[in-house]
Protein backbone atom coordinates (compact mmCIF):
# COMPACT_ATOMS: atom_id res chain seq x y z
CA UNK A 1 0.00 0.00 0.00
CA UNK A 2 1.49 3.47 -1.40
CA UNK A 3 1.30 6.40 1.45
CA UNK A 4 2.04 9.96 0.39
CA UNK A 5 1.38 13.70 0.41
CA UNK A 6 -0.24 15.84 -2.37
CA UNK A 7 0.22 19.40 -2.34
CA UNK A 8 -1.35 21.96 -4.49
CA UNK A 9 0.78 24.99 -5.52
CA UNK A 10 -0.01 28.20 -8.32
CA UNK A 11 1.64 31.34 -7.79
CA UNK A 12 -0.87 34.35 -8.42
CA UNK A 13 0.08 37.70 -9.13
CA UNK A 14 -0.01 39.02 -5.34
CA UNK A 15 1.53 35.73 -4.16
CA UNK A 16 4.67 33.57 -4.82
CA UNK A 17 2.95 30.46 -3.09
CA UNK A 18 6.26 28.53 -4.28
CA UNK A 19 8.28 29.87 -1.50
CA UNK A 20 5.81 28.51 0.62
CA UNK A 21 6.23 25.29 -0.86
CA UNK A 22 9.88 25.02 -0.53
CA UNK A 23 9.35 25.44 3.37
CA UNK A 24 6.35 23.04 3.24
CA UNK A 25 8.20 20.47 1.62
CA UNK A 26 11.19 20.93 3.13
CA UNK A 27 9.39 20.16 6.86
CA UNK A 28 7.18 17.32 5.24
CA UNK A 29 10.80 15.49 4.18
CA UNK A 30 12.08 16.32 7.77
CA UNK A 31 9.32 15.23 10.10
CA UNK A 32 6.92 13.16 7.90
CA UNK A 33 9.56 11.19 5.91
CA UNK A 34 6.95 10.53 2.90
CA UNK A 35 6.96 10.67 -0.75
CA UNK A 36 5.45 13.74 -2.19
CA UNK A 37 3.68 15.29 -5.17
CA UNK A 38 2.92 18.08 -6.30
CA UNK A 39 0.40 19.50 -8.71
CA UNK A 40 1.18 22.73 -10.31
CA UNK A 41 1.55 24.52 -13.25
CA UNK A 42 4.84 25.10 -15.61
CA UNK A 43 5.16 29.06 -14.66
CA UNK A 44 4.92 28.00 -10.68
CA UNK A 45 6.87 25.18 -11.80
CA UNK A 46 9.77 26.83 -13.43
CA UNK A 47 10.21 29.15 -10.14
CA UNK A 48 10.28 26.82 -8.16
CA UNK A 49 14.03 25.57 -7.01
CA UNK A 50 15.13 22.30 -6.77
CA UNK A 51 13.62 20.17 -4.38
CA UNK A 52 14.83 16.74 -4.33
CA UNK A 53 12.95 13.64 -5.03
CA UNK A 54 9.39 15.55 -5.61
CA UNK A 55 6.49 13.59 -8.04
CA UNK A 56 5.29 16.90 -10.19
CA UNK A 57 1.76 16.74 -11.99
CA UNK A 58 1.03 19.92 -14.45
CA UNK A 59 -2.88 21.11 -14.79
CA UNK A 60 -4.00 24.23 -15.59
CA UNK A 61 -5.90 25.86 -12.30
CA UNK A 62 -9.44 26.69 -12.34
CA UNK A 63 -9.37 30.61 -11.66
CA UNK A 64 -11.71 33.18 -10.77
CA UNK A 65 -11.99 32.59 -7.68
CA UNK A 66 -10.69 35.57 -5.63
CA UNK A 67 -9.80 36.02 -1.48
CA UNK A 68 -9.95 39.82 -0.23
CA UNK A 69 -9.95 41.07 -3.51
CA UNK A 70 -6.56 38.87 -4.64
CA UNK A 71 -6.57 35.87 -7.42
CA UNK A 72 -7.19 32.71 -5.21
CA UNK A 73 -5.83 29.44 -7.35
CA UNK A 74 -7.86 27.20 -4.78
CA UNK A 75 -10.75 25.52 -7.08
CA UNK A 76 -8.95 22.09 -7.80
CA UNK A 77 -8.99 20.28 -4.74
CA UNK A 78 -11.90 18.07 -5.51
CA UNK A 79 -9.53 16.78 -8.35
CA UNK A 80 -7.29 15.59 -5.39
CA UNK A 81 -8.98 11.44 -6.14
CA UNK A 82 -7.81 11.46 -9.42
CA UNK A 83 -4.09 13.27 -9.13
CA UNK A 84 -3.17 11.41 -6.45
CA UNK A 85 -0.75 8.27 -7.33
CA UNK A 86 -1.05 6.91 -4.00
CA UNK A 87 -3.35 4.39 -1.79
CA UNK A 88 -3.43 6.48 1.26
CA UNK A 89 -3.07 10.65 0.56
CA UNK A 90 -2.29 12.91 3.10
CA UNK A 91 -3.72 16.35 1.30
CA UNK A 92 -2.21 19.62 2.77
CA UNK A 93 -2.01 23.02 2.03
CA UNK A 94 1.08 24.46 1.50
CA UNK A 95 0.72 27.03 3.89
CA UNK A 96 0.31 24.19 6.64
CA UNK A 97 3.53 23.94 8.10
CA UNK A 98 4.73 20.05 9.69
CA UNK A 99 6.64 20.93 12.96
CA UNK A 100 6.17 17.54 14.25
CA UNK A 101 5.16 13.93 13.10
CA UNK A 102 2.20 14.26 14.71
CA UNK A 103 0.00 13.55 11.17
CA UNK A 104 2.04 10.04 10.14
CA UNK A 105 0.25 7.80 12.54
CA UNK A 106 -3.00 8.83 10.74
CA UNK A 107 -1.69 7.12 7.49
CA UNK A 108 -2.42 3.55 9.36
CA UNK A 109 -5.84 3.94 10.40
CA UNK A 110 -8.66 2.09 9.13
CA UNK A 111 -10.98 5.45 8.48
CA UNK A 112 -11.58 6.19 4.70
CA UNK A 113 -11.31 10.09 5.03
CA UNK A 114 -10.41 12.01 7.85
CA UNK A 115 -10.34 15.62 8.23
CA UNK A 116 -10.72 18.60 10.73
CA UNK A 117 -13.60 20.53 12.11
CA UNK A 118 -11.92 22.40 14.90
CA UNK A 119 -9.05 24.99 14.69
CA UNK A 120 -7.41 26.56 17.90
CA UNK A 121 -6.62 30.41 17.32
CA UNK A 122 -2.94 30.56 18.85
CA UNK A 123 -3.26 34.64 19.76
CA UNK A 124 -6.52 33.16 21.59
CA UNK A 125 -8.87 35.54 20.57
CA UNK A 126 -11.41 32.97 19.72
CA UNK A 127 -11.88 34.55 15.97
CA UNK A 128 -11.50 31.01 13.84
CA UNK A 129 -15.23 30.07 14.84
CA UNK A 130 -16.62 30.10 11.45
CA UNK A 131 -20.02 28.45 12.68
CA UNK A 132 -22.43 31.77 13.17
CA UNK A 133 -20.72 32.28 9.15
CA UNK A 134 -22.99 29.81 8.12
CA UNK A 135 -25.21 27.21 8.57
CA UNK A 136 -23.26 24.40 8.20
CA UNK A 137 -20.94 22.76 10.42
CA UNK A 138 -17.44 23.95 9.55
CA UNK A 139 -14.37 21.58 8.41
CA UNK A 140 -10.92 22.77 7.57
CA UNK A 141 -9.79 21.00 4.24
CA UNK A 142 -6.52 22.47 4.94
CA UNK A 143 -5.70 19.22 6.09
CA UNK A 144 -7.53 15.64 5.14
CA UNK A 145 -6.41 11.82 4.82
CA UNK A 146 -8.08 9.96 2.35
CA UNK A 147 -7.66 5.90 1.52
CA UNK A 148 -8.78 4.78 -2.53
CA UNK A 149 -11.57 2.90 -2.14
CA UNK A 150 -15.58 3.32 -3.04
CA UNK A 151 -16.31 5.33 -0.11
CA UNK A 152 -13.71 8.22 -0.82
CA UNK A 153 -14.65 8.07 -4.46
CA UNK A 154 -18.40 8.63 -3.65
CA UNK A 155 -17.28 11.82 -0.95
CA UNK A 156 -14.80 13.22 -3.87
CA UNK A 157 -17.90 12.79 -6.23
CA UNK A 158 -20.41 14.47 -3.91
CA UNK A 159 -17.45 17.33 -3.84
CA UNK A 160 -17.66 17.80 -7.17
CA UNK A 161 -21.26 18.08 -7.46
CA UNK A 162 -21.13 20.16 -4.72
CA UNK A 163 -19.13 22.68 -6.23
CA UNK A 164 -20.52 22.62 -9.79
CA UNK A 165 -23.69 23.56 -8.02
CA UNK A 166 -21.43 26.11 -5.59
CA UNK A 167 -23.82 28.69 -5.88
CA UNK A 168 -27.16 27.26 -4.90
CA UNK A 169 -25.23 25.38 -2.04
CA UNK A 170 -24.12 28.92 -0.79
CA UNK A 171 -27.45 30.23 -0.60
CA UNK A 172 -29.15 27.01 0.95
CA UNK A 173 -26.48 27.26 3.70
CA UNK A 174 -26.29 30.74 4.08
CA UNK A 175 -22.95 30.85 3.87
CA UNK A 176 -21.55 34.35 4.69
CA UNK A 177 -18.84 34.80 2.00
CA UNK A 178 -19.58 33.97 -1.59
CA UNK A 179 -16.58 33.03 -3.30
CA UNK A 180 -15.88 29.36 -3.06
CA UNK A 181 -14.04 27.92 0.02
CA UNK A 182 -13.02 24.36 -0.16
CA UNK A 183 -13.99 24.22 3.68
CA UNK A 184 -17.67 24.77 2.69
CA UNK A 185 -17.70 22.49 0.05
CA UNK A 186 -15.78 19.45 1.75
CA UNK A 187 -18.48 20.60 4.87
CA UNK A 188 -21.48 20.11 2.70
CA UNK A 189 -20.79 17.13 0.65
CA UNK A 190 -19.99 15.10 4.12
CA UNK A 191 -22.72 16.21 5.93
CA UNK A 192 -24.56 15.35 2.76
CA UNK A 193 -23.24 12.04 2.06
CA UNK A 194 -23.12 11.21 5.57
CA UNK A 195 -26.80 11.66 5.71
CA UNK A 196 -26.74 14.26 7.91
CA UNK A 197 -25.61 12.90 11.02
CA UNK A 198 -22.07 12.54 11.22
CA UNK A 199 -18.54 11.54 9.68
CA UNK A 200 -15.37 10.57 10.90
CA UNK A 201 -12.84 13.07 12.10
CA UNK A 202 -9.31 14.16 13.39
CA UNK A 203 -9.77 14.84 17.06
CA UNK A 204 -7.43 17.86 17.50
CA UNK A 205 -7.61 21.51 16.33
CA UNK A 206 -5.73 22.76 13.81
CA UNK A 207 -3.06 25.25 15.39
CA UNK A 208 -3.87 28.73 13.41
CA UNK A 209 -2.17 32.04 13.10
CA UNK A 210 -5.04 34.75 12.22
CA UNK A 211 -3.91 36.85 8.97
CA UNK A 212 -2.63 39.69 10.79
CA UNK A 213 -0.16 37.78 12.53
CA UNK A 214 3.68 38.95 10.98
CA UNK A 215 5.39 35.66 10.92
CA UNK A 216 9.28 37.27 11.83
CA UNK A 217 10.92 34.18 12.10
CA UNK A 218 10.74 30.25 11.33
CA UNK A 219 13.28 27.45 12.09
CA UNK A 220 12.89 24.08 11.43
CA UNK A 221 11.66 23.57 15.24
CA UNK A 222 8.25 26.34 15.02
CA UNK A 223 7.78 30.35 14.21
CA UNK A 224 7.96 32.85 16.19
CA UNK A 225 5.04 35.80 15.61
CA UNK A 226 4.11 39.53 16.43
CA UNK A 227 0.93 40.97 16.97
CA UNK A 228 -0.18 43.66 18.55
CA UNK A 229 3.58 44.51 19.47
CA UNK A 230 3.97 41.40 21.05
CA UNK A 231 6.05 38.27 19.83
CA UNK A 232 5.53 35.17 20.67
CA UNK A 233 6.57 31.74 19.45
CA UNK A 234 5.70 28.05 19.58
CA UNK A 235 7.67 24.97 18.98
CA UNK A 236 7.11 21.31 17.92
CA UNK A 237 3.30 21.80 16.73
CA UNK A 238 2.02 21.64 14.00
CA UNK A 239 0.56 25.17 11.94
CA UNK A 240 -1.37 26.67 9.94
CA UNK A 241 -0.48 30.35 8.84
CA UNK A 242 -3.22 32.44 7.08
CA UNK A 243 -0.44 35.42 7.06
CA UNK A 244 0.93 34.76 3.25
CA UNK A 245 3.61 37.29 3.47
CA UNK A 246 5.13 33.62 5.46
CA UNK A 247 6.64 33.36 2.32
CA UNK A 248 8.98 36.27 2.27
CA UNK A 249 10.26 35.45 5.93
CA UNK B 1 3.71 51.08 42.50
CA UNK B 2 3.53 52.99 39.18
CA UNK B 3 1.26 52.29 36.16
CA UNK B 4 4.01 51.27 34.50
CA UNK B 5 4.69 48.46 36.07
CA UNK B 6 1.06 47.52 36.58
CA UNK B 7 0.97 47.20 33.28
CA UNK B 8 4.08 45.21 32.28
CA UNK B 9 2.79 42.78 35.16
CA UNK B 10 -0.70 42.91 33.36
CA UNK B 11 1.13 41.99 30.01
CA UNK B 12 3.14 39.34 31.69
CA UNK B 13 0.03 37.35 32.94
CA UNK B 14 -2.02 37.72 29.65
CA UNK B 15 1.47 36.33 27.60
CA UNK B 16 1.32 33.57 30.25
CA UNK B 17 -2.41 32.61 29.60
CA UNK B 18 -1.68 32.57 26.36
CA UNK B 19 1.62 30.61 26.33
CA UNK B 20 -0.55 28.03 28.64
CA UNK B 21 -3.57 27.70 26.64
CA UNK B 22 -1.03 26.94 23.22
CA UNK B 23 0.99 24.63 25.25
CA UNK B 24 -2.33 22.89 26.26
CA UNK B 25 -3.48 22.22 22.87
CA UNK B 26 -0.06 21.23 21.92
CA UNK B 27 0.01 18.63 24.56
CA UNK B 28 -3.56 17.52 23.44
CA UNK B 29 -2.84 17.14 20.28
CA UNK B 30 0.17 15.32 20.83
CA UNK B 31 -2.42 12.88 23.46
CA UNK B 32 -3.71 11.02 20.33
CA UNK B 33 -2.44 8.08 19.00
CA UNK B 34 -3.18 5.53 16.77
CA UNK B 35 -3.30 1.83 18.12
CA UNK B 36 -4.23 -1.00 15.47
CA UNK B 37 -5.62 1.17 13.11
CA UNK B 38 -7.80 3.65 15.92
CA UNK B 39 -7.50 6.64 16.91
CA UNK B 40 -7.49 7.10 21.22
CA UNK B 41 -6.67 10.24 23.53
CA UNK B 42 -3.98 9.48 25.77
CA UNK B 43 -5.97 11.36 28.66
CA UNK B 44 -6.73 10.19 32.11
CA UNK B 45 -10.41 8.68 31.68
CA UNK B 46 -9.00 6.44 28.64
CA UNK B 47 -5.87 5.33 31.26
CA UNK B 48 -8.37 5.17 33.94
CA UNK B 49 -10.95 3.15 31.96
CA UNK B 50 -8.55 0.71 30.72
CA UNK B 51 -6.60 -0.07 33.48
CA UNK B 52 -9.65 -0.31 35.13
CA UNK B 53 -11.07 -3.02 32.70
CA UNK B 54 -7.65 -4.88 32.75
CA UNK B 55 -8.17 -5.42 36.38
CA UNK B 56 -11.10 -7.83 35.67
CA UNK B 57 -10.31 -8.89 32.13
CA UNK B 58 -8.10 -10.03 29.46
CA UNK B 59 -9.72 -8.63 26.58
CA UNK B 60 -12.28 -6.21 26.65
CA UNK B 61 -13.77 -3.26 24.20
CA UNK B 62 -13.29 0.91 24.34
CA UNK B 63 -14.69 3.09 22.21
CA UNK B 64 -12.42 5.25 20.07
CA UNK B 65 -12.17 9.16 19.22
CA UNK B 66 -15.09 8.58 16.32
CA UNK B 67 -17.19 6.13 18.81
CA UNK B 68 -16.42 2.65 17.08
CA UNK B 69 -16.08 0.09 19.29
CA UNK B 70 -12.64 -1.49 19.57
CA UNK B 71 -11.33 -4.78 21.03
CA UNK B 72 -8.25 -4.65 23.37
CA UNK B 73 -6.28 -7.74 23.41
CA UNK B 74 -2.95 -6.65 24.51
CA UNK B 75 -4.46 -4.51 27.70
CA UNK B 76 -0.80 -4.58 29.19
CA UNK B 77 0.78 -3.13 26.04
CA UNK B 78 -2.20 -0.56 24.83
CA UNK B 79 -1.66 0.80 28.95
CA UNK B 80 1.57 0.88 28.52
CA UNK B 81 1.65 3.08 25.39
CA UNK B 82 -1.15 5.32 26.56
CA UNK B 83 0.83 6.20 29.55
CA UNK B 84 3.84 6.89 27.86
CA UNK B 85 1.98 9.28 25.52
CA UNK B 86 0.27 10.83 28.79
CA UNK B 87 3.90 11.81 30.67
CA UNK B 88 5.41 12.58 27.17
CA UNK B 89 2.94 15.34 26.66
CA UNK B 90 2.47 16.30 30.09
CA UNK B 91 6.40 16.31 30.72
CA UNK B 92 6.81 19.33 27.68
CA UNK B 93 3.94 21.08 29.04
CA UNK B 94 5.32 21.45 32.55
CA UNK B 95 8.63 22.51 30.76
CA UNK B 96 6.60 25.46 29.02
CA UNK B 97 5.10 26.16 32.76
CA UNK B 98 8.53 26.43 34.36
CA UNK B 99 9.86 28.87 31.93
CA UNK B 100 7.17 31.39 32.62
CA UNK B 101 6.87 30.73 36.60
CA UNK B 102 10.89 31.85 35.84
CA UNK B 103 9.80 35.03 34.51
CA UNK B 104 7.92 35.61 37.62
CA UNK B 105 4.31 35.07 36.46
Known sequence: MSRGVLLFCFDTEHTRYHRLLEKCVHLIG??????????????????????????????????????????WNNADRHMAYELSPYDTTLVMDIDYFCFTDNLLQFMDTG????????????TDRENLQHRKWSMVPMVWAT????????????????????????????????????????????????????????????????STLPPDCEIVEMTDNGIAWKHNDQINFIEQQDVHVLNKEVADV | MDISQLKKSADLSYDTAVAKRNALEKAHARQIIVYREHIFRADPQTICLVRTLKETNDTFFVLDTNSNPVEITDPTGFLSKLIERNQETLNAYHQTQQTFTKKGA
Do not use: C, W
Open chain 1, 111 to 122: HDFLIPDQAHDL
Open chain 1, 143 to 206: VFIFKKGEKSRMIFEMIKYIKKHYSYFNKLYRIFSSNLRNDYVFAIALQQLGGFVGYDKFPFAL
Open chain 1, 30 to 71: KNLELPITVITDHDTFNKIKPLGFINYKFIEPERGNTKMGKS
